[in-house]
Each structure stands twice: as structure tokens, then as C-alpha cells.
């Protein structure tokens, strides 16, 4: 497995990988209509394109046999009043193709992301995670994170509650 840096080339598998692990993992547990806006307004060739651009955005792509698998996507500067640390990272997105989960993908990408924090002198990643995704919850838990608060992601029209959890490096 090779994890590297996106770059602008990858707006358009950015936006098909997004958009297809997004509804692979939350399409059951959400109506259509909800699921179609959401991917909408966050995973089309044009907002990956801008997100690549974004100096604060970083992305780590996964890939197996040159075949892109999984990504993360970093974002300095965003914050939540419950985060304690003083340079923290947030993983807005930790994705894995759904045939690939429990292969190591993810445990890679959360290695690269950590690294790359450590890099780059933080001492916080935080991430949001909807209440609901106990595989994911457990998953990051087994990396050290630690719940610190709560906030709300819409899905749609449909207000959802996230667990905040941070790690401190």
C-alpha cells in the first residue's frame, strides 16, 4: 500500500471516492434526499478542485496497485471550543472503499495523518464522528481519542449529533 499528498489531478476521483464510501456508509441510515444533497454540496470535481487549491487542506490518498482506495482529508485552522489543543489538526474525512475496511486502509491513513501532524509541529488532531458509527467510534478510541464534546452536522435537512474526539500528540 502506497499513501501520497493529493494533488489538483485528483479533484475528479476525489469526488467519485468521496461520494461513493459517503453513501456506502451512511445511505442505510439516512433517506435518499438527504444523501443526495449531502453528497451534492460536498463532493463534486469543482469543490475538490477548490479544497486542493486550499493551503489548509491536505489530502493523504491510499492507493493498492495504483488503484486509489481510501483517503483522509486534514484542515488546518478549524476549531471547536472543546478542543484543548493549542495546534490542532481536525481529519474532516477518513474514507475507505467498503470492501476494503478492516485491510489496513484506515489504520495507514490515521498512521500518515499523525505523522504528518507531528510534522508539522501540532499537538491536537481532532475529528467529528456521528454518534451513531460505533465501528468508527471504536476505531479511533483504539488510536487514543478521547471524547470532548459534541456538535451538531447536517445531513440534508437532517441535523445529526457528532462526538468530537481529539487526540493529543
Given at each position: 500500500?502506497?499513501?501520497?499528498?493529493?494533488?489538483?489531478?485528483?479533484?475528479a476521483?476525489?469526488?467519485?471516492?468521496?461520494?461513493k464510501?459517503?453513501?456506502?456508509?451512511?445511505?442505510?441510515?439516512?433517506?435518499?434526499e438527504?444523501?443526495?444533497?449531502?453528497?451534492?454540496?460536498?463532493?463534486?470535481?469543482?469543490?475538490?478542485?477548490?479544497?486542493?487549491a486550499?493551503?489548509?487542506?491536505i489530502?493523504?490518498?491510499?492507493?493498492?496497485e495504483?488503484?486509489?482506495?481510501?483517503?483522509?482529508?486534514?484542515?488546518?485552522?478549524s476549531?471547536?471550543?472543546?478542543?484543548?489543543?493549542?495546534?490542532?489538526?481536525?481529519?474532516?474525512?477518513?474514507?475507505?472503499?467498503?470492501?476494503?475496511?478492516?485491510?489496513?486502509i484506515?489504520?495507514?491513513?490515521?498512521q500518515?495523518?499523525?505523522?504528518d501532524a507531528?510534522?508539522?509541529g501540532?499537538?491536537?488532531?481532532?475529528?467529528?464522528?456521528?454518534e451513531q458509527?460505533?465501528?468508527?467510534?471504536?476505531?479511533y478510541?483504539k488510536?487514543?481519542?478521547h471524547?470532548?464534546?459534541?456538535?451538531?452536522?447536517?445531513v440534508?435537512?437532517?441535523?445529526?449529533?457528532?462526538l468530537?474526539?481529539e487526540?493529543?500528540?
Amino acid at each position: 500500500m502506497k499513501i501520497r499528498y493529493g494533488t489538483i489531478d485528483d479533484a475528479a476521483m476525489l469526488a467519485e471516492l468521496g461520494a461513493k464510501t459517503f453513501y456506502d456508509t451512511y445511505a442505510s441510515d439516512n433517506t435518499a434526499e438527504n444523501i443526495s444533497a449531502y453528497i451534492g454540496k460536498s463532493f463534486s470535481t469543482e469543490i475538490q478542485s477548490n479544497e486542493l487549491a486550499d493551503t489548509n487542506i491536505i489530502f493523504l490518498i491510499a492507493e493498492l496497485e495504483n488503484r486509489p482506495v481510501g483517503y483522509a482529508k486534514l484542515k488546518f485552522g478549524s476549531r471547536d471550543e472543546s478542543i484543548r489543543g493549542t495546534k490542532q489538526i481536525e481529519i474532516e474525512r477518513i474514507y475507505s472503499l467498503e470492501e476494503y475496511i478492516g485491510k489496513g486502509i484506515g489504520k495507514a491513513l490515521m498512521q500518515a495523518a499523525i505523522g504528518d501532524a507531528k510534522q508539522r509541529g501540532c499537538n491536537s488532531i481532532w475529528l467529528g464522528v456521528w454518534e451513531q458509527n460505533s465501528r468508527a467510534i471504536n476505531f479511533y478510541k483504539k488510536w487514543g481519542f478521547h471524547e470532548v464534546g459534541s456538535h451538531i452536522f447536517t445531513v440534508g435537512d437532517d441535523p445529526q449529533r457528532d462526538l468530537i474526539l481529539e487526540l493529543q500528540i
